[in-house]
């Protein structure tokens, strides 16, 4: 949809945290950004003034928005990070190195230290973050040396010393330099804070929560408010890690959401530890069925032929034949590869937001069809009437001659059921007749093909041609050959956007903000869109035929056997010779030739 398309839909947005992607027309992510409330957001887009040139532009090139709700802003703002890491969106501020966000580092040293860095080194030490609230992690830090007495000293190799510095005199560090302890008791130490890192915190939180406590008690106020501060911090960290750390290397967490008769499966792929993608399917024949064979349908689709495999699949229920999907993933995989139901942690959370984000997919989509098809209705209504037809057009269908220098003719139809498209009604024409740039033959040989007797069953109610009166009248000259004179029929001419019926010498002209028009005007876009793209395909078709005719041996049979076998000039490229000569009707010969040429 376009930029002014999705200020309609802003009311179907739920008021929640989360993040918007803006797509462009060829689907690729141009800008992504997270909000308190999604809608709120999104209206800004739509304020007259106010907005920056590069957001001005953004507006302009965005076809398609997608959001993903969360439970807090600090999770929106880590997704947000992780989405622009992923995509690099065209119209967000790129971070170089990835040093916008703090680490928490825990070195990989005999005695680690622990630091915030913005910097990952690859030398052992594990990395925790990126946080997005820099305040916070410096008071986790100071929480943490207080908890832990870990050593900050800059020394990589710990040298013996006869006394402590400053740090273990007053009790900040547990002076590993003068053997107050053990490597092994350090290490433990070291593995608790590991522990507290990766969001094991509930004790820590009621630790901390008893001490606040018990210092109110003594009247200490200040102490217990440098408590409270602390907690506040824990709160904030483990809130972040949430999406920042999700467990295991490489998850995807899927679930089944489903309002009435829409059903919808939502992914979340956790890469890294981080959650980098987000994407939702509408399935059809699932109503009704229970989660667990949706699920299982779902998995078999979704990973075949070649899509990535991760080591873990969380699902919203138990999974139909889960050991056996697992086995066969394993196997496609070469890894082991576990699918689980998970019921508690991270793993339970992270599901949970895509169960919401899926049931929330599910009601919009409902909602959203049914107001296009109630404005759909309306449409074909007003139409009837500007028209003069005896019955609604409902099924209204558009029919586009397109050439190019008068060779490669093409026709296209497009079908709109109740005002909107209906791709099971879209058909391609290779005019077969030799017309050289003839519309008027191209149009009646696409208008009998069209109404051929195996397609009479199902006729519109109003065939529209691209054109002025000379197209119409050819479509009517076909339907008198082929026996169909009473079908509703209308030529648009583009220009001055003129209607041309049968019986009528004048054109019938319509106000340029007439629904019926615009209706009109639709059907004949998209059958103009539908031609060019199919005209496209045969030109890119015949471009690669022309290249691999130049290598001796290779026919028209191996031509297509070879574009069948590897789909396109690029994958032939880059296939060996043996691969070449394993297509059905090549020979090694053939194949090193052909590989000489196109290297």
Not at 259 to 280: F, M, P, S
Not at 480 to 495: F, K, M, T, V, Y
Request: hydrophobic share 35%; net charge positive.
């Amino acid at each position: 949809m376009a930029i002014q398309n999705i200020k309609k839909e802003l009311d179907l947005i739920p008021d929640r945290p989360g993040v918007y992607i803006f797509r462009n027309r060829s689907g690729r992510v141009i800008y992504v950004g997270k909000a308190v409330s999604l809608p709120n957001r999104l209206r800004s887009y739509f304020q007259p003034g106010g907005l920056s040139e590069r957001i001005r532009k953004m507006t302009e090139e965005a076809a398609r928005l997608e959001y993903i709700i969360t439970d807090t802003e600090a999770e929106a703002l880590v997704l947000e990070c992780n989405l622009i890491k992923e995509n690099r969106p065209k119209y967000n501020i790129q971070l170089k190195d990835d040093k916008s966000y703090p680490y928490i580092r825990v070195t990989a040293e005999e005695f680690p230290r622990v630091m915030m860095t913005r910097n990952l080194v690859r030398d052992g030490s594990r990395y925790f973050g990126p946080y997005p609230n820099v305040g916070a992690v410096k008071e986790t830090m100071d929480f943490l040396r207080k908890l832990f007495s870990f050593r900050t000293c800059s020394e990589r190799k710990l040298a013996p010393r006869s006394r402590t510095c400053l740090n273990g005199q007053i009790k900040q560090c547990v002076g590993p330099c003068v053997g107050n302890v053990s490597l092994e008791e350090y290490q433990e130490m070291i593995e608790q804070l590991v522990l507290f890192l990766e969001g094991r915190t509930n004790e820590v939180e009621k630790r901390l929560s008893q001490q606040m406590k018990d210092a109110a008690e003594r009247l200490d106020f200040e102490e217990a408010a440098r408590l409270r501060n602390q907690l506040d911090a824990v709160n904030k960290l483990h809130e972040q890690q949430r999406v920042a750390q999700a467990t295991g290397p490489d998850q995807d967490f899927l679930a089944v959401g489903s309002y009435l008769d829409d059903v919808c499966v939502v992914t979340l792929r956790a890469r890294g530890g981080n959650v980098v993608a987000k994407e939702h399917y509408f399935l059809t024949g699932a109503e009704g069925l229970p989660e667990g064979e949706v699920l299982s349908s779902f998995i078999k689709r979704y990973y075949h032929r070649g899509r990535e495999i991760p080591s873990a699949i969380l699902t919203s229920a138990q999974v139909d034949e889960a050991d056996l999907l697992a086995s066969w993933l394993t196997d496609q995989k070469g890894k082991r590869v576990r699918i689980r139901f998970p019921k508690r942690g991270r793993g339970k959370e992270l599901v949970g937001m895509a169960l919401e984000n899926a049931s929330v997919i599910a009601e919009q989509h409902y909602r959203s069809s049914l107001k296009n098809k109630e404005k759909g209705i309306a449409l074909v209504l007003d139409l009837q009437e500007a028209l003069g037809l005896d019955k609604p057009p409902a099924r209204l269908e558009c029919i586009d001659i397109s050439h190019l220098g008068g060779q490669e003719t093409v026709g296209s139809l497009v079908c709109f059921t109740d005002g909107q498209p209906d791709k099971k009604g879209y058909r391609h024409y290779r005019i077969k007749a030799e017309v050289c740039g003839d519309d008027y033959a191209a149009i009646q040989e696409a208008v009998k093909r069209r109404l051929s007797n195996s397609a009479k069953n199902n006729l519109p109610d109003l065939l529209l041609i691209d054109g002025g009166k000379g197209q119409l009248n050819s479509a009517l000259k076909a339907l008198r050959q082929i026996d169909a004179p009473h079908l509703n029929l209308a030529s648009l001419a583009e220009e001055e956007e003129e209607i041309y019926l049968p019986g009528r010498s004048e054109p019938l002209v319509l106000p340029r903000n007439h629904p019926g028009l615009h209706l009109l005007q639709r059907a004949r876009d998209e059958a103009h869109r539908f031609a060019l793209t199919y005209q496209k395909k045969l030109r890119q078709r015949r471009m690669k035929a022309s290249v691999l005719r130049q290598v001796p041996g290779v026919g028209k049979k191996r031509q297509e056997a070879l574009l069948r076998h590897f789909g396109s000039l690029k994958r032939i490229r880059k296939a060996s010779i043996d691969e070449l000569a394993a297509v059905p009707g090549m020979n090694r010969k053939v194949a090193e030739e052909l590989k000489q040429v196109l290297s």
